[in-house]
């Protein structure tokens, strides 16, 4: 047990012994006056993916190598350690500065791409608030249109896919939340905005339904004075929804409001033609 406990304190101090040679030779690479040594260490240090380190050794150098020979890779290190550490907001800054300074690098189409890469990954849940998402992908459109033949196209397409699949799901979200409050009118226009909008969409079957619904719910509850032209789009959208969807699952219960709302019809045509005999 003694020459266990001996083991473990001599393992221990040996790693501290480790930790302040570490430290030690960090503080000499921040405190030396010489760039060619710093940019060195600073490359090891990035390269070992230590991006934490690069960091500040990068930063000092980013003015200390300005219009010399060295500065295009050491702004380059400097984006690509924050986009290491994850920092999505000052590496998207970065590399985007990084493309525009230096056009005619040939790192410049990827810190073009990682700069939307970093918005792609600050794109939240479709529930919250959409900038990044719309961020990312004029920044990825811009990727396509700066480098159209790049190989990295197809990832920007499929990135940029993903983006808008969760623009549509938002979308389809706030307009079925109207309906799903019981607001038939905000419902209706809502969903035909967003049909008109997304006419290829997952939820556009879903969407051509709740229209039915919610226009017939809206025209039951509407007074006398508007009821049966509302009972009459019911019929008009039902035909929008049976033509695009055949065999959906809703369009029995499509075509229940549609029989409801022509009664409805039959029933104010027939009141007010006994009414004008009188």
């Not at 760039?35 to 070992?48: D, P, R």
């Not at 073009?112 to 959409?130: N, R």
């Not at 499929?158 to 038939?184: G, I, S």
């Not at 509302?230 to 039902?238: F, I, K, T």
Request: aromatic letters at 14%.
């Amino acid at each position: 047990m003694i020459k266990s406990v001996i083991l473990n304190t001599c393992a221990l101090a040996l790693l501290a012994v480790a930790l302040l040679a570490s430290c030690s030779d960090y503080n000499k690479v921040l405190k030396s006056t010489d760039i060619n040594y710093k940019f060195t260490k600073a490359k090891e240090y990035y390269e070992k993916e230590h991006y934490y380190k690069s960091l500040p050794i990068l930063e000092e150098l980013i003015g200390l190598t300005r219009g010399s020979q060295l500065a295009e890779e050491v702004y380059y290190l400097y984006a690509k350690s924050h986009f290491g550490v994850e920092d999505y907001y000052l590496a998207n800054y970065y590399l985007k500065t990084f493309s525009k300074t230096f056009t005619n690098s040939p790192r410049s189409e990827e810190c073009l791409f990682l700069a939307a890469e970093c918005s792609f990954k600050l794109s939240p849940s479709y529930a919250l608030d959409q900038t990044d998402t719309h961020n990312a992908i004029d920044e990825y459109q811009l990727f396509l249109d700066t480098y159209p033949h790049s190989n990295l196209k197809d990832s920007a397409n499929h990135q940029m896919d993903r983006l808008n699949l969760k623009l549509e799901k938002k979308a389809y979200e706030n307009a079925y939340q109207f309906a799903k409050t019981l607001k038939f009118k905000a419902a209706t226009a809502a969903l035909k905005e967003f049909v008109k909008d997304y006419p290829g969409s997952v939820y556009r079957e879903e969407a051509l339904y709740l229209i039915v619904k919610c226009q017939y719910m809206l025209a039951e509850g509407s007074i006398d004075e508007k009821k049966l032209e509302r009972m009459r789009a019911v019929a008009e959208n039902y035909r929008t929804f049976a033509t695009a969807f055949p065999e959906s699952k809703f369009l029995a219960d499509a075509a229940s409001y549609l029989r409801k709302s022509e009664k409805q019809v039959e029933k104010w045509i027939s009141t007010a033609s006994e009414q004008s005999k009188k």
